[in-house]
């Protein structure tokens, strides 16, 4: 192993900026400097794309070799990237344990998005969900949340484009947004993902707005509140389902926080801010939760709420129970939702032939243990 992937040495890649703080203190000898020290790390790691401290060349020499015998700015490795027919590009890192994540980039005209884990695995068995067959192994920390944006950066070669996103005419190869849509429940693992937020939201380095930012979660009700508060960025809610008895057997959770209790969250604890919305993510099975009724109880549902109502198409794996509800159903459910005036877009799945659309992800080393 070579001395940069040292994994004795402490990662900063993904620290805060006040735990960056109290290590740099230790080694600067001008006290008043170390803000300063903090600032040119933090511009070298996120404006820059630097993994070696050898190369930030505005740092004392003598202070670049110090911190470079204690510290690594360690990305995480690709196991394995698949690129789909139609640009959508799966990664498969191995985390330092072995443990198996997956993240996806989903290039569009207007906008790309990244879509990243937070936990490996997940506990929390929704029916419809691949991952959800994965038994959670573990949170992941902020620096492997930060590890697999910072990956993509390198492997895309964007640190250059970032630079000048204001005057990209496509953004086509570039990331704009930042959704947490990966593997496993976000809010399941809030300080770390709040902390990866932080980071991805800091002005002097990646800087993605909050508005860019989207943390989805099957609704983990006590926590959605705190997160639009602290974090600030957007929410997604899994949905799927618009009556307890359906919603329990969909996305097991509801049987500790059901409809009632979700939908009461948001419209009265969570306060949203100028043009905000909620999105729900509502994924058509067939003769589930597709008919004509479900979309008129779902209109009632969200009555007097700002949202937004994505349609998801199933995405079918091996071993799914489900079925994919057809277009025009999907199509005459959309409708209704329309009619009350809320945006209801059809998701086009992406990334279907290498498994990275939405709900396929599974990391191969679950699978391997599976298969034996
Ligand atoms: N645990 C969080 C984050 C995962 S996001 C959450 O539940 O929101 C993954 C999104 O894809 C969720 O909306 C999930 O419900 C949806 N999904 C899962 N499996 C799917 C499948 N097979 N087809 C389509 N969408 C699916």
Same mark, same amino acid.
């Given at each position: 192993?070579?001395?940069?992937?040292?994994?004795?040495?402490?990662?900063?890649?993904?620290?805060?900026?006040?735990?960056?703080?109290?290590?740099?203190?230790?080694?600067?000898?001008?006290?008043?400097?170390?803000?300063?020290?903090?600032?040119?790390?933090?511009?070298?790691? =996120?404006? *820059?794309?630097?993994?070696?401290?050898?190369?930030?060349?505005?740092?004392?020499?003598?202070?670049?070799?110090?911190?470079?015998?204690?510290?690594?700015? /360690?990305?995480?490795?690709?196991?394995?990237?698949?690129?789909?027919?139609?640009?959508?590009?799966? =990664?498969?890192?191995?985390?330092?344990?072995?443990?198996?994540?997956?993240?996806?980039?989903?290039?569009?005209?207007?906008? /790309?998005?990244?879509?990243?884990?937070?936990?490996?695995?997940?506990?929390?068995?929704?029916?419809?969900? *691949?991952?959800?067959?994965?038994?959670?192994?573990?949170?992941?920390?902020?620096?492997?949340?930060?590890?697999?944006?910072?990956?993509?950066?390198?492997?895309?070669?964007?640190?250059?484009?970032?630079?000048?996103?204001?005057?990209?005419?496509? !953004?086509?190869?570039?990331?704009?947004?930042?959704?947490?849509?990966?593997?496993?429940?976000?809010?399941?693992? !809030?300080?770390?993902?709040?902390?990866?937020?932080?980071?991805?939201?800091? $002005?002097?380095?990646?800087?993605?707005?909050?508005?860019?930012?989207?943390?989805?979660?099957?609704?983990?009700?006590?926590?959605?509140?705190?997160?639009?508060?602290?974090?600030?960025?957007?929410?997604?809610?899994?949905? *799927?389902?618009?009556?307890?008895?359906?919603?329990?057997?969909?996305?097991?959770?509801?049987?500790?926080?059901?409809?009632?209790?979700?939908?009461?969250?948001?419209? $009265?604890?969570?306060?949203?801010?100028? /043009?905000?919305?909620?999105?729900?993510? !509502?994924?058509?099975?067939?003769?589930?939760?597709?008919?004509?009724?479900?979309?008129?109880?779902?209109?009632?549902?969200?009555?007097?709420?700002?949202?937004?109502?994505?349609?998801?198409?199933?995405?079918?794996?091996?071993?799914?129970? =489900?079925?994919?509800?057809?277009?025009?159903?999907?199509?005459?459910?959309?409708?209704?939702?329309?009619?009350?005036?809320?945006?209801?877009?059809?998701?086009?799945?992406?990334?279907?032939?290498?498994?990275?659309?939405?709900?396929?992800?599974?990391?191969?080393?679950?699978?391997?243990?599976? /298969?034996?």
């Amino acid at each position: 192993m070579s001395s940069k992937t040292n994994p004795q040495r402490l990662n900063v890649l993904g620290l805060g900026r006040d735990q960056l703080f109290s290590l740099i203190a230790d080694f600067e000898t001008q006290p008043k400097k170390v803000s300063m020290r903090v600032n040119q790390l933090w511009s070298w790691i =996120y404006c *820059h794309g630097i993994s070696s401290f050898d190369n930030m060349t505005n740092i004392d020499k003598n202070l670049r070799e110090k911190l470079e015998k204690v510290f690594r700015i /360690s990305r995480l490795s690709i196991e394995k990237k698949e690129v789909s027919n139609d640009g959508t590009t799966k =990664y498969l890192f191995c985390l330092e344990d072995q443990s198996k994540i997956e993240t996806v980039f989903i290039p569009e005209e207007t906008r /790309s998005t990244l879509c990243i884990s937070s936990q490996v695995g997940c506990t929390l068995s929704c029916s419809f969900c *691949h991952t959800g067959t994965q038994k959670l192994v573990r949170n992941l920390s902020s620096q492997e949340i930060i590890g697999q944006v910072i990956a993509v950066y390198d492997d895309l070669g964007l640190w250059e484009k970032m630079k000048n996103e204001r005057c990209q005419s496509s !953004y086509f190869d570039i990331i704009t947004n930042i959704v947490f849509m990966g593997m496993g429940e976000p809010l399941l693992n !809030y300080e770390e993902v709040k902390k990866a937020c932080n980071i991805l939201m800091d $002005n002097k380095g990646l800087d993605f707005s909050r508005r860019r930012i989207t943390l989805s979660t099957a609704g983990i009700v006590p926590k959605i509140k705190m997160a639009h508060e602290e974090i600030g960025c957007m929410i997604a809610v899994s949905l *799927h389902a618009t009556e307890d008895k359906t919603r329990d057997m969909l996305v097991p959770i509801n049987k500790k926080w059901n409809l009632e209790q979700l939908i009461g969250a948001l419209k $009265n604890d969570v306060k949203l801010r100028n /043009s905000e919305r909620v999105t729900f993510e !509502y994924v058509m099975l067939d003769g589930v939760n597709d008919t004509n009724d479900d979309a008129h109880r779902l209109v009632k549902l969200l009555k007097g709420l700002p949202s937004k109502v994505n349609l998801i198409p199933f995405n079918s794996w091996t071993g799914s129970q =489900y079925k994919r509800s057809n277009k025009d159903r999907i199509k005459a459910f959309r409708d209704i939702i329309i009619k009350s005036r809320l945006p209801s877009p059809i998701r086009k799945p992406r990334g279907e032939d290498i498994m990275a659309a939405c709900g396929q992800l599974k990391s191969s080393s679950a699978k391997e243990k599976a /298969s034996i």
